[in-house]
């Protein structure tokens, strides 16, 4: 908890610095934020990060469970790629796996896409032009990814 509140800390500092003003508790905790031109104040949302996820990147239907399983260490995503040499040497031997390393390449091009689609739109444009090679290389990706999967588990009898 004291890291949650150190991180609040400074995110309030960030805010201050930033022009806004901060509401606060009785016991100091902050509340709500808002531009010192602004006439109302909004609520710091305090929303869980898979509906967060689900709201940013709700048609990336696995976005939230591949970013969640590196987060709480799950294996089938962590999966130990790293290993000691077998030889006795202090040699740290490394397999790339395509499906970690998609899972990245797919939730980076999509945190892309919601930054290109929410500036556009709050710079008053319509971002869908810009949008389309994102959208085609996360399509092409994902397609790749997919095949490689059916050709791996045909490959190894479970299809």
């Known amino acids: 908890m004291a890291k949650i509140e150190q991180w609040l800390a400074k995110l309030v500092v960030i805010a201050e610095q930033a022009g806004l003003d901060v509401v606060r508790q009785a016991n100091?905790?902050?509340?709500k934020l808002r531009w010192a031109t602004a006439s109302t104040y909004r609520?710091?949302?305090?929303?869980?990060?898979?509906?967060?996820?689900?709201?940013?990147?709700?048609?990336?239907?696995a976005l939230y469970q591949m970013g969640s399983s590196i987060a709480h260490s799950m294996s089938w995503m962590l999966d130990d790629n790293a290993h000691v040499a077998a030889d006795g040497s202090s040699a740290v031997l490394y397999h790339s796996d395509p499906y970690?390393?998609?899972?990245?390449?797919?939730?980076a091009i999509a945190a892309a896409e919601s930054v290109v689609r929410?500036?556009?739109?709050?710079?008053?444009?319509?971002?869908?032009?810009?949008?389309?090679?994102y959208r085609r290389r996360r399509e092409a990706l994902d397609t790749l990814i997919n095949e490689?999967?059916?050709?791996?588990l045909g490959a190894v009898g479970h299809m």
Do not use: C, N, S, W
């Open 28 to 31: 100091g905790k902050p509340t």
């Open 43 to 61: 609520g710091i949302p305090l929303d869980k990060t898979a509906d967060l996820v689900e709201r940013a990147f709700g048609e990336y239907q």
């Open 100 to 107: 970690a390393h998609g899972a990245a390449a797919i939730t």
């Open 118 to 133: 929410d500036f556009g739109r709050y710079m008053g444009f319509d971002p869908e032009h810009a949008l389309v090679p």
């Open 148 to 152: 490689y999967a059916v050709g791996r």
